[in-house]
């Protein structure tokens, strides 16, 4: 299966599971998800060097005439430093200024405002066992939350080069729901983005 449609499919997934957002049922880390995918073609074994960017890109609707969504510094540092952190101690080498390194790697953040409405559906009937005859029959609930994404990009540079477009050969998908608390989804992005290397062995090189 071509690259670009596992990204759809991670894509439609995030989406799906979305929809269980308004029971609540849980805890928001145990909404929390990461997907990652990988080019088969690529033998990563090849690739030791990468240049990481030092800005977290923000994506954020541009039609619709909106100022760009807010974060704090110490949740876009963390993306960074969190995702550099895990190349080292896979054994990567951070390349030099004036070095072309094997991979190049991008992070971005995004955040989707979502409100709702639930009908609950009464009861066929009136009380029970005589108790209560005047409990309501169904009612609306309304509901508001957000929810977060964070992307890595890995792109192989001599590929990207060579076929004159970049050429993404690992990439993460993380998302769940935005905590009230930030030192909350600071942690969940730094736990999450921990995993998303702990399930791509083939880029440990140890």
């Known amino acids: 299966m071509k690259l670009f449609y596992r990204l759809a499919l991670i894509s439609i997934a995030v989406m799906i599971l979305g929809s269980c957002y308004p029971t609540f049922e849980r805890s928001v880390e145990e909404y929390d998800i990461v997907g990652t995918i990988f080019d088969t073609e690529t ?6 060097t990468f240049i990481l960017e030092d800005d977290v890109r923000i994506i954020w609707d541009t039609l619709g005439n909106e100022e760009p969504p807010e974060y704090s510094a110490e949740l876009l ?7 550099k952190q895990n190349l080292l101690s896979y054994g ?3 390349a030099a200024p004036n070095d072309t390194p094997d991979v190049h790697i991008s992070t971005a953040i995004t955040t ?5 409405t639930i009908w609950y559906p009464g009861y066929p009937w009136w009380g029970w ?6 409990y ?8 508001s939350y957000s929810t977060g994404t964070v992307f890595i990009d890995m792109v192989d540079v001599d590929r990207s080069l060579a076929e004159n ?15 009230s608390y930030e030192s909350n989804n600071i942690k969940r992005v730094d736990d999450n983005i921990n995993q998303a290397f702990t399930q791509s062995p083939y880029l440990n090189k140890n």
């Open 43 to 48: 033998d990563f074994t090849q690739k030791t």
């Open 77 to 83: 540092n963390g993306i960074v430093s969190s995702t």
């Open 92 to 94: 990567w080498v951070e």
């Open 112 to 116: 989707v405002d979502v409100n709702g």
């Open 129 to 134: 066992g005589g108790y209560y005859p005047w």
């Open 136 to 143: 309501p029959g169904g009612g609306v609930a309304y509901y």
């Open 165 to 179: 477009r970049p050429t993404i050969v690992w990439n993460t998908l993380i998302n769940g729901l935005v905590s």
